[in-house]
């Protein structure tokens, strides 16, 4: 009991500052290799990768710090993850939406590059192959110097996209495709079929998507003639005049326009203009 209270009289007898000696403040420390996030929406589809960027600082990387015919994280830290917001294919191999993480296997002629249903897992570390939802293979090719690892999307359409693995003088690309164009049709058919009778506009709707995209020129006539039946005006007649000329029908084309012009009203200036621009185009 002596020796506690003789204790606890030393440590009142020290002084205040050796008693409540402070913590040195917490700080943050910057990753060597930086995070970054790249998203893309191809079509009504949202691609996000998110990765680390090493820096290649003199070193030999493919084959060297990235040894060739083994499973590399394809960034640093984490494990790179790349999601979809609704199913894909991969170099036209099919891949259910979801978050993936995305590994890939180097080599001097081709890479493999493989989805992995394990998106949180540091690096490649605890890479289960077992867990692959899909392998699919690439060819790199040279580019110019990247000292930053990095992902890019250098050609986007509503359809696909190319996304490229970009490091040194090497860049490995594979196609992301969505199917858009196709989805949107069929969605153009339903709604066309659910159409009242004196709906022209979803009919015209329907028509110009195929027109733009060259879908199906004779359906996307009916549903034309289909609106003019129901309305005749400037928009579903220049229309039809675009859709007889992308099916050869010039002559066919340059009278509809003609009878789009006459129905313009005053607000009609700068298309009127347009129909003009075009019907001088099918005459040439």
Do not use: C
């Not at 359809?159 to 069929?186: G, H, R, S, Y």
């Not at 009878?259 to 185009?281: L, N, R």
Request: charged share 20%.
């Amino acid at each position: 009991m002596r020796k506690i209270l003789f204790a606890v009289a030393m440590t009142a007898a020290l002084p205040l500052a050796a008693q409540t000696q402070p913590q040195a403040p917490q700080f943050k420390i910057p990753r060597p290799s930086p995070k970054a996030v790249l998203t893309q929406t191809i079509g009504f589809t949202d691609v996000t990768i998110t990765y680390s960027r090493p820096a290649a600082r003199g070193r030999q990387i493919f084959g060297g710090l990235v040894p060739y015919d083994k499973v590399w994280r394809t960034g640093a830290n984490e494990a790179t993850t790349i999601s979809f917001s609704d199913d894909v294919t991969i170099n036209g191999q099919p891949l259910p939406k979801g978050t993936y993480s995305l590994h890939t296997i180097p080599g001097k002629d081709q890479w493999t590059i493989i989805f992995n249903k394990v998106a949180n897992q540091w690096g490649s570390f605890t890479y289960d192959q077992a867990q692959d939802a899909l392998r699919v293979t690439a060819k790199p090719h040279a580019d110019e110097y990247n000292e930053l690892m990095s992902f890019s999307i250098p050609k986007v359409t509503a359809d696909d996209a190319t996304v490229e693995i970009k490091w040194t003088n090497v860049a490995v690309p594979f196609t992301i495709a969505t199917n858009t164009t196709q989805k949107v049709l069929a969605d153009a058919r339903a709604a066309v079929a659910a159409a009242k009778p004196d709906d022209w506009q979803t009919r015209l709707r329907a028509a110009s998507f195929a027109v733009e995209n060259r879908l199906d020129l004779e359906e996307a006539s009916r549903w034309l003639d289909e609106s003019i039946a129901t309305n005749a005006n400037i928009r579903n007649l220049f229309e039809k005049a675009r859709a007889q000329a992308a099916m050869g029908d010039r002559a066919g084309a340059i009278a509809t326009a003609q009878k789009a012009i006459a129905a313009a009203g005053p607000k009609d200036k700068d298309e009127v203009g347009e129909i003009e621009h075009s019907i001088a185009s099918w005459k040439s």
